[in-house]
């Protein structure tokens, strides 16, 4: 099953732009990603799914269009453009894999955001 | 609007069973357009998928944890629920439920709002 690694913090300007990172771990590059919002007290928010070749499906319910989802190799991007103080949070990216008996569906560490 | 609600008890004891039921408002357990899910934060650390079950009764275990789970749906109830046998301090944690919707290709779209559970004697 893939690894996804995330750097432990981000931080960007408000109003600037940040990038997070989700790496899979190597015969992974195919895999798409989906990418989590924590919001304390109310659960996670999906936020999008990011294949090797951008966005894949709909971006969750009431996502701006100030998030935007890139691949390349065995990154996938989320990109947070004109970062407001609501953004800041911690961020999760998970892929699925397997099928059947086998499915499993696994986390990546999470990225802090911090809006300076 | 789909609605997720956690319910069950704050505290269990070690050795004991946890159990957790999720109701589900504005949408029906018993639709094969989506799996049902459970996904637990320990303090201070990420998020770790538990388990999902389909309409079925068709489950999927997180290896790590397979042996002392059981997640299963009641559609009567229009809920789903987990047992966590055997517990330890080690799962001490926030609990998700969550939705999968098939038709969007995956991801879990819809949460609730997560209930603390805390395992001590």
């Known amino acids: 099953q893939p690894v996804l690694t995330q750097p432990p913090s981000a931080s960007a300007s408000l109003g600037a732009s940040v990038t997070l990172t989700c790496t899979l771990s190597?015969?992974?590059?195919?895999?798409?990603v989906d990418w989590y919002q924590e919001r304390p007290g109310k659960g996670p928010r999906f936020v999008m799914r990011?294949?090797?070749?951008?966005?894949?499906?709909s971006k969750g319910d009431g996502i701006p269009d100030r998030f935007s989802g890139l691949g390349s190799g065995l990154n996938r991007y989320l990109t947070i453009e004109n970062i407001q103080e609501d953004d800041e949070s911690d961020y999760h990216c998970?892929?699925?894999?397997?099928?059947?008996?086998?499915?499993?569906?696994?986390f990546g560490t999470g990225t802090k955001v911090t809006v300076l | 609007q789909v609605l997720l609600q956690e319910s069950g008890p704050g505290q269990v004891k070690p050795s004991e069973t946890l159990s957790l039921n999720c109701t589900v408002s504005?949408?029906?357990?018993?639709?094969?357009?989506?799996?049902w899910g459970w996904i637990r934060q320990p303090p201070g650390k990420g998020l770790e998928w538990i388990g999902s079950?389909?309409?079925?009764?068709?489950?999927y275990y997180n290896p790590s944890l397979k042996s002392r789970i059981t997640i299963f749906v009641d559609t009567s109830k229009n809920q789903f629920s987990l047992k966590l046998h055997s517990v330890a301090v080690a799962d001490t944690a926030v609990y998700f439920c969550?939705?999968?919707?098939?038709?969007?290709?995956?991801?879990?779209?819809?949460w609730g709002q997560g209930t603390r559970v805390i395992v001590s004697s």
């Open positions: 969550a939705r999968w919707d098939v038709l969007l290709g995956g991801g879990y779209d819809y």
């Open positions: 504005g949408g029906s357990v018993s639709s094969g357009s989506y799996y």
């Open positions: 079950v389909y309409f079925t009764g068709n489950t």
């Open positions: 190597s015969d992974y590059s195919s895999y798409k």
């Open positions: 990011v294949g090797g070749s951008g966005i894949v499906g």
């Open positions: 998970a892929a699925d894999h397997g099928s059947g008996n086998n499915f499993v569906y696994v």
